[in-house]
């Protein structure tokens, strides 16, 4: 039997996790490892990369001899080594495989409520909260109803979005900001050599500045929307990298319970490619802990946002609390501070500089009409 590459990753990803050594595959050592290299330094290769520089019989040998000299022959036998193989595989391939329970959650992490808010004035700010068609017809109302609030910017905000793939229900949102008869990207099956092709069939609702706030966890119709906002209607995106999962999986059942799910379609944008596995990346990165989001999500949910992207004014003494007898200074000392105290620990950076970014851009419009 041939063992590749894939095999010995996952071999010492099972028997051999060295202390200072990357364990995720595609990063590098912790810096804490070894001192900062200077010029005159190599930096040292993360496990994937010495493996990927091993020749085919390099490979060979370092399996030969795990399963000939390991301390416990029973972890690299044969079968042990075709385990291996398979969880290296899952590990390079990730996002495009995974090995899921079905006896445990296996759906998507928990959606937020569509939101939206009208920040400083004129900049519409909406969060769908997933990419679904009852979002999307909420996005269809607060778009409308844009005009009369005198909106001019948009804020739109993907962060957090892991929905199932839909995207049909992504290109309608897409639609509603991308010229018409714009395409908009392509849902590819390499294997089969098919592809379907979504395009703008409608005038857009909206036609002003839009900002695009991404993370981590945007992925599949999120991704493609951001991707192709950018590509169409010279979007700016802030936050950090997309997943890298603009992609339709297939489950394929095994046995224990076990679901093996593979990447069987990807999404490609027009003259850019494929958005797997390296996912949208940012013209602004903030990056945003991901804890800290979620109460920040939590709380907005039933308060909004602005109060995680304005300073709160301070209440000054005027005429009419000295009618009343009373100092707003230092009546509300205590409870300024303690708003002071949770803005300092939940401050949603990214959505800040979305905000700086639009009134910066506007503001040189103005000096600049041309």
Known sequence: MRFTTAALVGILATVMPAPGVAQDATRSPSPTASPSPTPAETP?????????????????RALEVLRKSFLD?????????RRAGLEGLLL????????????SETGN????????EILDSHIGYVRPGSITPA????????LADFPTKGVNAL??????????????TAAGFARRLCPKGKLLFTLQKPSAKQERMFTSDQVPSFSGLIVVISDNRTSAGAEALAATLRANVGALLVGSDSSGAAVEFEDVPLGNGAVLRIATSQVLLPGTGALFPAGVKPDIAVATDEDVLDQIFQQSSEKGVSQFVFETERKRL????????????LDGAQTAQRERTRAATLRDT???????LVTAIQFYSKKRPD
């Open 73 to 81: 022959p029973t972890v690299v036998d044969e079968a042990s080594l």
């Open 318 to 329: 005027n005429e009419a609390a000295l009618v009343a007898n009373s100092n707003p200074e």
């Open 155 to 168: 804020i739109l905000d993907l962060r957090g979005i892991s929905s199932a793939p839909d995207f049909d």
């Open 44 to 60: 040292p290769l993360s496990r994937r990369q010495l493996v990927d520089g091993l020749s085919d019989e390099d490979v060979a």
């Open 109 to 116: 992490p928990a959606e937020y409520p569509f939101l939206a």
């Open 135 to 142: 979002s999307l017809a909420q996005f269809d109302a607060t």
């Open 350 to 356: 990214a959505l800040q500089r979305a905000v700086d």
């Open 92 to 103: 390079r391939l990730a996002p495009g495989t995974a090995l899921l329970d079905a006896r």
